[in-house]
C-alpha cells in the first residue's frame, strides 16, 4: 500500500520521488517516498529564502527523520494485515529414517523416506475478523501519517521562530550601532564647543558616560544576536562551527480580514494533530469489530500434497494428496475476546474524549494566536508614528545644539528617544512576523512556496 505514502498533510495532494533538494522551494516537505538524509556541512550556509532554510531543518532534524521512519514501518505493517487477504503457500523437504515392530520376531528393514510436499491454507470466511483488522492498521498509518505532518509543522514553527528572534536581534545591534554613531558625534561635538570655551567639562563627562552606556548596550545586543544565532543553527540542524548568511528581504505579509470563527473552523478541519486523534479513534474501533467477529465461526480451506521416494530400490515412490474445508468454532477462550472488545470501545471513547480537548486547546492557541496578530499589526503603524516623530525631534535637537541654542540633555535625550524608536520599529516588524508564524501553526496552514526575494 505505497500509495498511501501520499496522503496529503491535509488533503492536499502532492508528489515527489527524488531525493535530491528540489529546484523550488517548498516542495520536499510534501514528498512522502524519500528519507531526509543530512547534508554534507561546509563552512559557509547561504539560505535566499525562510523556505529553504526550512527545507534544510526538515532534511537535516532527527525528528523529521524519526518521524518519516515510524510512517516506513506504519506502512510495512498495513502490508503485513493486508496479506492475511491471499492464501498461503509453504514447502517442505523431509527425509526420515523409520523401523517398524515385529510381532513374529521377524527381521524388519529400516526404511528411509525423503521427498517434498506443499501445503496450502486459505481463509475463505470470517465474519470480518480480518478485514477489521486490515481497516485498523489503514487508520493507524493515518494517524501516523497526520502526526508526521505536526511534527513537520512543529520543525517549521521553531525554525521560524528562530529565524525572527534571529532578524530581531540583528535589528537591535544596528540600532545600537547608530545610537553609538550619533553619541559619538555629539561628543565630537562637545570637545569643538569645549575648546570654544562654549560647554562646561561636566558636558563632556556627560556626553562620554552616554557613549559609554551606547557601547555596553551595543555588546549586549551583539552577545544577544549570537546567541539567537546559535539558537537557529540548532533548529535549523546546522553545526555551530557554521556561519549562517541569511539573504533575503522581511517583508511582512499583509493580513486578510478574517473573523475568528473562520479560523477556528479551519483550525478542526486541517489540524494534523486532531485529525491524528479522529484516525486512531477508528482504528481502535475497528480494532473491537475484529475482536467480537472474532467470536463466529471461521471457514477455511485446507490442502497437501507430496511425493515420497525410498532409498530402498525395491520400493515404489507414491504421492499422496488431501483437500478439505475446516470450520472453526470458538467455544470457550476465558471471557479475553469480549475482553479485547471492550478495551478497543474504551480506547476509541478515550481518543474521543482526547479529540475534545485538543479541539479545545486548539481554539485556545488560535485565539491567542489571532488577537496577538492584529496587535502586532496595529502597533507597526503606532510606530512608525513614534519613529518618525523622533527622528524629526533628533535632527532638530542636533540643529539646535548646533547653533547653540539647544542644551546637550536635550540633545541626549532626543538621541535616547531615536534609538528606543528604532528599536521598536524593528522589534514591530519581527513581531508580526512571529505573530503570523505562530498563527498558521495554530491553524495547522501548511508553509506555501514563497515568492523569490521573499520569506
Known sequence: MRYLLLIPLCLVGSGAAALDLPAHPGEFWLRRD???????????????????????????????????????????????????????????????QSRALSSSGAAVPTLHRYGPSLTLNYLIHDFGARSAGIEAQRYQLIARLLQNDRVLQDVIAEVEAAAFALL???????????????????????????????????DELRARAALAEAQRARQLAERDRAKADAALKQAAGLAQTQTLVLDWDTAPPQQADVLLADLLAEAERQRPDLGALRAAAAAARQ????????????????ANTGRTFFLEDER????????????????????????????????????????????ADAARAVADAYFDTR??????????????????????????????????????????DLARARQARAQADTDWLAAFSRLNHALGRLPGVAQEGHP
Not at 75 to 96: G, K, V
Not at 289 to 301: E, G, I, V, Y
Not at 323 to 328: A, S, T
Open 34 to 96: 524519500a528519507l531526509p538524509v543530512p547534508a554534507t556541512a561546509s563552512d559557509t550556509v547561504r539560505f535566499t529564502s525562510l523556505v529553504a532554510l526550512t527545507e534544510h531543518a526538515l532534511r537535516t532534524r532527527a525528528a523529521s527523520r524519526a518521524a518519516w521512519l515510524a510512517i516506513q514501518a506504519e506502512a510495512a505493517r498495513l502490508d503485513e494485515a493486508e496479506a492475511a487477504r491471499w492464501p498461503t503457500l509453504s514447502a517442505q523437504f523431509a527425509f526420515t
Open 168 to 202: 530581531a536581534a540583528r535589528a537591535r545591534v544596528d540600532a545600537e550601532t547608530e545610537q553609538e554613531a550619533a553619541l559619538r558625534a555629539s561628543v565630537d561635538a562637545v570637545a569643538i564647543r569645549l575648546r570654544g570655551g562654549l560647554a562646561s567639562r561636566a
Open 287 to 302: 480494532d473491537a469489530a475484529q475482536a467480537r467477529a472474532a467470536r463466529w465461526p471461521s471457514l477455511s480451506l485446507s
Open 316 to 359: 515404489t515412490p507414491s504421492s499422496t494428496y488431501n483437500i478439505g474445508v475446516n470450520v472453526v468454532v470458538p467455544l470457550a477462550d476465558g471471557g479475553r475476546l469480549r475482553a479485547a472488545a471492550r478495551a478497543a470501545e474504551r480506547e476509541a471513547e478515550r481518543l474521543d474524549a482526547e479529540f475534545d480537548a485538543g479541539r
Open 375 to 416: 496587535d502586532a499589526q496595529a502597533a507597526r503603524g503606532f510606530v512608525a508614528v513614534q519613529f518618525d516623530s523622533a527622528s524629526e525631534s533628533a535632527r532638530a535637537a542636533a540643529s539646535r545644539y548646533a547653533a547653540g541654542v539647544g542644551s546637550l540633555l536635550e540633545l541626549l535625550t532626543a538621541q535616547a
